[in-house]
């Protein structure tokens, strides 16, 4: 099975990324108040700003241990950090001059880093929060040349009109990077999940096959000794019979021809069904033939309550038919030996955008996590030895993503288990 990173192992990255870069931009901004204050003899209001960088110093301490204490760390915590840093931005060039201050442009990188660590609506909030920010330092900041009061001055005048246009230009680029990185990275992330899924697709085809050519193996190569053996079982029966033999001896060979021909069954079976899920043919199947064909067979183990609509018994599905009906069977089947006697497992088809899905809901015990994150493994089974191998849902999902379908399986402990199918359908009749 592929393994893949959790969201909450993703945030814990992003945020050790995040309270690294916000160590660096601190780092950065004491020295740009050293170089401007002390170096090109512009007078700035020193204590403001050391109380905000302390602040943002400490804000950052705080993260780190949340994350290093194993705190939840989710995109809610990070938009969080991102807001907290566009009003901390805010308030370092609400003191240094607002708009006439050149590191305003920092806002840019605030919203780039929205687009990298959050989702589509935080992303363009943070924008928004950001266009607004620093369209208000434009009504009220504090002045560090008290000359740039002056409206008078054609210099003035041009200038602001130039921060005007800058500002436009900023709010302009903002859009254009929250739409279009937003664009790409689902984009990405899409492609992303639609190979992971043509992976697991052929990690499951390469599986499917390898069990087909062991089963078939198998049951060729011990078709021979197992032959000998119930032969074997058979003269020594009647031998022990003529010999007047214990009973308990008698049903001992008995058992050991029985034994060798369910052997001879299961492999015959594996083989069988291994290699009709790898071979067999797509063909038109109503909803209702299908049923029919899943359902006969079962109603003695139990009472199956069916919730199909007319028009969606007359839709038609492209499936190979046998082993659809055998991958439905066995899912129906699981549900009736986990059903109690009391309830009905109920199997219910509607359709939604030009698919069909097809529910079979149980009310037993479910399953717990750890068993749901299994379920579908070769060979493994919760059913007791002797009661199934545990191919039952690999063999199902195989022939169901085949028919370019999905299995999805929901479960909770108490309230039973629901196993949905979703196939490609389209309106029509087949006679059969």
């Known amino acids: 099975m592929l393994h893949t990173i959790s969201d909450s192992e993703i945030h814990r990255i992003q945020l050790t990324f995040l309270t690294a870069l916000r160590w660096a931009a601190l780092a950065a901004q004491v020295l740009a108040i050293f170089l401007v204050d002390r170096v090109m003899g512009i007078e700035l209001p020193i204590a403001p700003l050391m109380a905000l960088t302390a602040f943002s110093a400490l804000t950052n301490l705080a993260l780190m241990a949340w994350h290093r204490r194993g705190g939840l760390v989710d995109e809610r915590l990070l938009a969080s950090v991102l807001v907290l840093d566009v009003l901390l931005l805010t308030a370092l060039l609400y003191v240094t001059g607002g708009p006439f201050n050149p590191f305003s442009f920092l806002y840019l990188v605030q919203i780039t880093l929205a687009t990298v660590l959050l989702g589509t609506r935080w992303t363009w909030a943070i924008a928004a929060l950001s266009s607004l920010c620093s369209a208000l330092l434009f009504v009220q900041h504090v002045w560090l040349n008290p000359d740039w009061q002056d409206e008078s001055d054609p210099h003035v005048h041009h200038m602001k009109l130039h921060l005007y246009g800058m500002w436009v230009a900023f709010v302009v680029a903002a859009v254009f990077i929250v739409y279009f990185v937003t664009r790409i990275r689902n984009s990405l992330e899409q492609r992303e999940v639609e190979l992971r899924h043509a992976r697991e697709q052929m990690l499951r085809s390469e599986r499917l096959a390898a ?12 078709a021979t000794p197992l032959s000998t053996i119930a ?26 021809r029985t ?14 069904d ?23 067979p079962l109603l003695r183990l139990g009472e199956v309550e069916t919730r199909v609509p007319t028009d969606v018994a007359d839709m038609l599905v492209h499936v190979p038919e046998r082993a659809t009906v055998q991958a439905l069977r066995g899912i129906v089947k699981n549900a009736l030996q986990a059903q109690p006697a009391t309830h009905a497992v109920v199997v219910s088809a509607r359709r939604a955008q030009g698919k069909l899905l097809l529910d079979i809901v149980d009310h037993g015990a479910g399953m717990s996590a750890d068993v749901l994150a299994r379920a579908g493994e070769p060979f493994f089974t919760t059913k007791a030895p002797g009661d199934g191998m545990g191919l039952g849902l690999f063999l199902a999902r195989a022939v169901i993503e085949g028919a370019d379908g999905v299995l999805e399986l929901t479960s909770t402990p108490g309230h039973g288990t629901t196993a949905r199918i979703t196939l490609p359908a389209t309106i029509g009749r087949v006679a059969h």
């Open 259 to 272: 034994e060798v021909q369910r052997c001879r069954e299961i492999l015959a079976s594996m083989a069988a």
């Open 231 to 256: 032969v074997v079982a058979t003269e020594l029966q009647t031998l022990l019979a003529e010999q007047g033999a214990d009973v308990d001896v008698l049903d001992d060979a008995r058992l050991i």
């Open 211 to 222: 069990l087909a050519t062991l089963a078939a193996g198998a049951a060729h190569e011990l």
């Open 274 to 296: 291994l290699g009709q899920s790898t071979g067999e043919p797509l063909s038109p199947q109503t909803v209702a033939h299908l049923l029919d064909e899943v359902l006969a």
